[in-house]
Structure formats: structure tokens, C-alpha cells
């Protein structure tokens, strides 16, 4: 099943805030928050996982990345529940100190507010992104008990991300993924999600092949369960290497203009979207770095003899 709306997955999960941009609630002994969606939808993500918790707190949030997208309601949620311990790789914490970082977080915060002003989102908190401190900094493989039968495994899963982790909740079968898969988006368009390395975000794929997921939780628009969770990881490497052949092309076609190959990958696969669909500003900084990487891989590994004499401008 393919799951695009808020409210209970399955024992104990839910997704909360908007589908397009959610936040995910594991409840139980210890109740984990996993990412930090947009600081706009701070007040939706607050509102329902009060109606999930009632009184109760929850104790832990665990970052899969550094994008604004998801680490923005962390600094309301922390000041909310002042216990909350908020867990995430050190490579994401150390992103997360520069001040350069935290300015990028703050334009495309207030970009992704516009837009869900314009598509009539309500409540919508304006204030501004605000950096936050760890408590707890997560390495690959670690483990962490939430009760005696319950336990969350931070998976590496580099490819969108060097900062990237994934979660597994192995008792329940559950995998937070976010953007080391494909998003699914609005209109059933399969979003490759490598902006770093393609080759890692392959190999990232092929590890979570192996864990046997039965809930596989995606960063945006949906939530995958029983068949379509491998249906789905399976399609991400599909997606993946026809954006690489395609984008491939349109590099030697435009002769390795940077610019250019970028304006024929949004025509192609942004332009006619319907809303929701991912804020241009930001689409455009993710599609410039994916283009960027793949001229990287061409030019590094070139199968054929087709980057020579292709000047790149940057």
C-alpha cells in the first residue's frame, strides 16, 4: 500500500503535519520524533503529536540530515518539551554550526513558507528557523534501546547527504528512510534523491534492500508498506540510472554547460508539476548539485570517450 495521508501507519507509528512534508512519530515507552520538517508547519507538528501523546513527552528526536526541510520545527519542539533529546550524526551536527548553513536554512524557510501561503496551508508559524544543540551524537550501527522490546538502529546511508542516516526499528520492521530513497511525488513522478555521490546513493539503496522493511517511511508525500516497499526501493534504482543516462545526455548535448543542462532537467521533470511539488529555489540548488555530481562521475569514470574536450561553466 501506498500511503499519502497524515494519522496511524501502523502500531505505534504515525506521520504527522502535512504528507508533503512530515514529520514521523514512534510511540511507546520512549516516544521518538523523526526529523524536523518545516519551521512553518511547526504549530501542525506540535498540534498532532499532542493528539497522539495527550500529556506524555517525547523523548527522543532523531535527524536523517541537515536539510532545512527537515531540521526546521527542531528549535519549537525543543522549546515545547525542554527534555527532548535530539540525536543526529556528528557530520550533521557539525553542518548544522555553520553560520553559512544556518542562513541557506533560513531563505529557504521563508521560500517554503510563501508557497504554503499559497496553497492556503493554515496555521502556519512565521518565525524565523532558529538553530538548536545536540544532546546526542549517533554513529553508524549504533543502536539505541527504547524499551526492553524496542530498539532504533541508525543505518549510514550516504548518496543525498555525506551527513545521512537512516533508522530501523528491526521489532517492528519499520524504516525511516526519508531522502536515501526515491520520493514519490504528488503525481506519482519518481525523484532520484542522490545530490553527492551516485554511486553511494546506489549502494545506499541496495543496503536498505536487505532489511526486510514492512513500513518504509519516505522523506515527502508517502509512506510505503508490505510488496511496495521493495516495489518502491527497487523504482528509486530505476529512477536513478535513467536520470543518469538522461542527464548524461543533456551534458554532452549542451557540452558540459552546467547552466544549461540544469534548465533542460527542470523543463523535463519540474515545470509541469502541480503543486505541492518541491520550492523552486530549493529544486533548483538540489538539481544544479545532482548535475554537478554527474558531471564529476563522467569525468572521473567516463565509460566512453564522450566528456573530451567538453569545457564545464560554472
Excluded at 36 to 50: D, H, N, P, R
Excluded at 71 to 76: L, N, Q, R
Excluded at 116 to 127: I, Q, S
Amino acid at each position: 500500500m501506498i500511503i499519502k495521508e497524515t494519522g496511524k501507519i501502523s502500531d505505534g507509528l504515525y506521520v504527522i503535519g502535512s504528507p508533503a512534508a512530515p514529520v514521523y512519530l514512534l510511540d511507546g515507552p520512549a516516544p521518538v520524533i523523526f526529523d524536523g520538517g518545516f519551521t512553518a508547519l511547526s504549530l501542525q507538528y506540535e498540534t498532532g503529536i499532542k493528539a497522539v501523546l495527550g500529556t506524555r513527552k517525547p523523548e527522543y528526536l532523531f535527524l536523517t540530515h541537515s536539510h532545512f526541510d527537515h531540521v526546521g520545527a527542531v528549535s519549537h519542539f525543543k522549546a515545547i518539551w525542554p527534555g527532548l533529546r535530539i540525536g543526529g550524526s556528528g557530520s550533521c551536527r557539525e553542518i548544522l554550526s555553520k553560520q553559512s548553513a544556518i542562513q541557506l536554512i533560513k531563505r529557504l524557510s521563508c521560500e517554503g513558507t510563501r508557497n504554503f501561503k499559497r496553497m492556503n496551508v493554515h496555521p502556519l508559524d512565521e518565525t524565523p528557523f532558529k538553530p538548536f544543540d545536540f544532546d546526542i551524537l549517533i554513529t553508524p550501527d549504533q543502536t539505541i534501546k527504547l524499551s526492553d522490546n524496542l530498539t532504533v538502529m541508525a543505518v549510514h546511508t550516504p548518496g543525498h547527504t555525506w551527513d545521512f542516516m537512516s533508522y530501523w526499528v528491526p521489532e517492528k520492521k519499520i524504516l525511516i528512510a526519508s531522502e536515501a530513497v526515491a520520493i514519490y511525488e504528488n503525481d506519482g513522478y519518481i525523484q532520484p534523491e542522490f545530490l553527492v555521490d551516485f554511486d553511494a546513493y546506489r549502494d545506499s539503496l541496495k543496503k536498505i534492500q536487505t532489511l526486510d522493511a514492512t513500513v518504509l517511511c519516505a522523506g515527502h508525500h508517502a509512506v510505503f508498506t508490505n510488496s511496495d516497499v521493495m516495489d518502491h526501493i527497487t523504482a528509486s534504482l530505476e529512477a536513478a540510472h535513467t536520470y543518469l543516462m538522461t542527464t548524461e545526455r543533456f551534458l554532452v548535448q549542451e557540452k558540459g554547460d552546467i547552466d544549461q543542462t540544469v534548465f533542460r532537467v527542470k523543463a523535463a521533470e519540474w515545470d509541469n508539476r502541480s503543486w505541492p511539488k518541491q520550492p523552486e529555489s530549493a529544486y533548483l540548488l538540489n538539481t544544479r548539485q545532482r548535475v554537478k555530481t554527474i558531471w564529476k562521475r563522467m569525468k572521473i569514470n567516463p565509460e566512453k570517450d564522450i566528456t573530451a574536450d567538453i569545457h564545464i561553466r560554472e
